[in-house]
């Protein structure tokens, strides 16, 4: 127990499965106008939808990779697949899903959660949504949850073309940019005004092409007064070669409506997740964030929120696990519009065998936004003493009634709390993964049980073998 | 010797560099009440840190044997399990762990298997009743905001959930109100009664024995035990003080 304690890479045997490979179709690597028309052709997009691809290849060109980050140098463009198509259409019965990729799925555990607890499932594999489904008592109740590709061109077309990378455009940073131009698969949602889903639904992304990147786009709309729960969880088998997810949220929440989006994200420790999530959120209206970032080489990930409105509010919370050999920046960023609105974030980051965790923050306060209160707190664990934790609190405050807070704590794990649990007979290695577990909790008390279970898991899994 | 539960031979143990215990003998038989008392830093929260294994406290020499068997390499853990048993002076607080998940976890260490959630909450609801607790410490996280009496408290909850071979109690009764002490004591005698455990109580006072009938009593002063005797060596030390007590001899 005195020794120190290194922690090898965790058994991620369940996540790592590759299946072989076998797409109906993949795209030759690289970026040029010629392959966005070929993508766009091959997906059958609205001409308004091609002419946006290849208005954000432009821009995407122009734009410089941010510089103020963890490197993604070894990130080479030219050599990630922009869309594989799996040999599969649609399906929203979980039979008629191909063998290997339900496969997959039943391991992850997607389908049994499904029958769980879930009003409606999306699962996608590489690029294209594989399997949909949603009861029908909440299809009765007007919520619409379909695949991009669907909702684009048919009964929503006009929904989506009015709010599609409205409040995350192209031009907002490079990978803006990239998912503009290649995006492909995700989730649309809408729950009709005044419409309370009990239940919530889920999206599960699973990348299994090599060196291949996905892009899913999620546009979610909350209508005034209702309420949705939505989650979201990703995984990724582990490769050589690196991979790239720069995915995209919008989600709209309209007057008096309430949103909580929870992401467990859990890519294999090559992948380079430069996802953009954004809320904007009306009068009177909630978005909860809940977000656990375990996997992933390099992360960037900010969710922010706009409180247009007044009386809108935010809550972001959040834990951050970085291993050997990760460097995850992740944080909350939240614009404060309306009158009387309030933010609170409360984040946990955990960083161990020489893994980097940063949490940034950035509160923005502007002129109108009178009566605003926000709090900000965030608690770093170390585990060794070769692991970094940052914290990089950033604030903008332009009104003079702003009640405004931050708090930052550093620690690691105690040698008495350990030795105290083991006096009763735990091992060493659940002691400390029962104060790792503990630590995270602001995130797994908000979790559905099975999604909080799941949470522990993985912590178990990333304790494992951490006795040297 | 069949009847010794704990043997403690020429112990020696340092803290850092520094010799703490310089040869300590100590014998505890089955199902009986020993005492330990000592001024302040003379050793007596080390040696229960070292019988239950504290990897901070590094034996150097001699041995200390549970049930016919030497326990010294053992780790914390697989003593905890052999059924040795320590009530810290000052509990640890241990966020995101409820009272209720970490002694049911501890039991199932202990035994191997779950015990079914209707039994458990039983055994707790009555055993916290037992201890005069209030029933919303169980979901509570782990002594995270307890006072000082309920921190103890919630030690003694965990005694008599575990049902440990040997109790060691490391200064359980300080800093408690007269009633808290009180509380405690019946705990302490209840899991004599039940268990016929062992108990090797660290205390200043007599208070805490009230309960309990005291087979030995132990001194010790720099490392070593330097008197033992019966129940009224307890008395003579609180009527004289440990100075007078050394002087007289």
Redesign the interface.
């Known amino acids: 127990m005195e020794e120190k304690i290194y922690v090898d890479d965790i058994d991620r045997s369940i996540y790592d499965i590759k299946d072989v490979e076998d797409d109906d179709f993949r795209m030759e690597e690289g970026l040029t106008a010629d392959i966005i028309k070929k993508l766009s052709e091959e997906k059958d997009d609205p001409d308004w939808m091609k002419e946006f691809r290849l208005e954000s290849l432009k821009i995407y060109n122009e734009l410089k990779i941010p510089d103020w980050g963890p490197s993604i140098e070894g990130l080479d463009m030219d050599h990630i697949a922009t869309y594989v198509r799996p040999k599969s259409n649609m399906e929203n019965t979980w039979e008629n899903v191909p063998q290997d990729i339900k496969d997959t799925f039943e391991r992850l555990g997607i389908p049994q959660a499904e029958r769980k607890s879930l009003a409606g499932v999306g699962a996608q594999y590489d690029s294209e949504l594989v399997y949909h489904n949603v009861k029908d008592e909440v299809a009765e109740q007007g919520v619409i949850y379909t695949d991009m590709e669907s909702a684009m061109k048919g009964e929503y077309a006009d929904m989506v073309k009015e709010y599609f990378m409205k409040l995350v455009p192209p031009s907002d940073h490079k990978f803006a940019a990239l998912h503009g131009a290649v995006w492909s698969g995700g989730s649309f949602v809408y729950v009709p005004k005044n419409t309370e889903l009990s239940i919530p639904l889920q999206s599960y992304f699973r990348l299994n092409a090599k060196g291949a990147g996905q892009f899913e786009h999620t546009l979610i709309i909350v209508d005034e007064g209702a309420s949705l729960h939505f989650i979201e969880g990703c995984s990724a088998p582990k490769y050589n070669v690196a991979n790239l997810h720069a995915g995209c949220v919008e989600l709209y929440v309209k007057k008096n409506a309430k949103l909580r989006y929870s992401t467990i994200e859990n890519w294999s420790k090559n992948m380079y997740n430069l996802n953009t999530k954004r809320a904007i959120v009306e009068e009177g209206g909630s978005v909860e964030w809940v977000s656990g970032s375990f996997g992933s080489h390099v992360g960037y990930l900010y969710p922010m929120s706009v409180l247009k409105g007044d009386n809108s509010r935010m809550e972001f919370t959040g834990v951050t696990f970085a291993g050997n050999g990760q460097n995850l920046d992740t944080g909350a960023k939240v614009v404060h519009i309306g009158k009387n609105t309030s933010s609170y974030m409360n984040t946990r980051s955990i960083s161990k065998s020489g893994g980097i965790s940063t949490f940034r923050s950035s509160v923005v306060v502007n002129k109108s936004a009178t009566g605003t209160k926000s709090a900000v707190s965030c608690e770093s664990l170390m585990l060794d003493s070769e692991s970094r934790s940052d914290t990089i609190p950033a604030m903008d405050i332009r009104t003079k009634d702003a009640d405004v807070g931050h708090e930052a704590k550093i620690g690691s794990i105690s040698d008495d709390a350990v030795f105290y649990l083991m006096s009763r007979g735990m091992s060493e290695e659940d002691a400390r993964a029962l104060i790792v577990s503990g630590f995270a909790d602001n995130v797994s008390k908000e979790l559905p049980l099975e999604y909080a279970v799941e949470m522990n898991n993985l912590i178990r899994l990333e304790m494992k073998g951490s006795i040297g | 010797m069949e009847n010794n539960l704990l043997e403690i031979k020429d112990l020696y143990v340092n803290v850092g560099e520094k010799e703490i215990l310089k040869g300590v003998n100590l014998t505890v038989g089955s199902n009986e009440t020993h005492v330990l008392m000592g001024p302040n830093g003379t050793g007596k929260s080390t040696l229960g840190y070292a019988i239950?294994?504290?990897?901070?406290y590094d034996i150097t020499g001699g041995d200390i044997i549970f049930d016919g068997e030497s326990i010294k390499d053992m780790?914390?853990?697989e003593r905890?399990?052999k059924g040795i048993?320590?009530s810290?002076q000052n509990?640890?607080?241990?966020?995101?762990?409820t009272l209720s998940a970490?002694?049911r976890?501890?039991l199932e260490?202990?035994t191997g298997q779950r015990m079914k959630l209707w039994d458990f909450k039983k055994k707790l609801k009555e055993t916290m009743a037992l201890l005069s607790m209030d029933e919303a410490y169980a979901d509570r996280?782990l002594n995270v905001g307890f006072s000082g009496g309920e921190k103890k408290k919630a030690e003694i909850l965990?005694l008599l959930m575990?049902e440990p071979k040997l109790a060691i109690l490391d200064e359980t009764d300080s800093g408690l109100d007269v009633d808290a002490v009180r509380t405690v004591s019946n705990g302490i005698k209840i899991f004599k009664e039940r268990c016929e455990g062992s108990l090797l109580i660290i205390t200043h006072s007599t208070k805490i024995l009230e309960a309990l009938t005291v087979d030995t009593t132990h001194i010790m002063e720099s490392g070593v035990i330097v008197k033992e005797g019966d129940s009224s060596l307890v008395d003579e030390i609180i009527s004289k003080g440990f100075e007078e007590l050394k002087a007289g001899e």
């Open positions: 239950c294994g504290n990897p901070r780790p914390v853990n905890a399990k048993f320590l810290f509990p640890l607080e241990v966020p995101g762990v970490f002694i976890s501890s260490q202990k996280d965990q575990l």
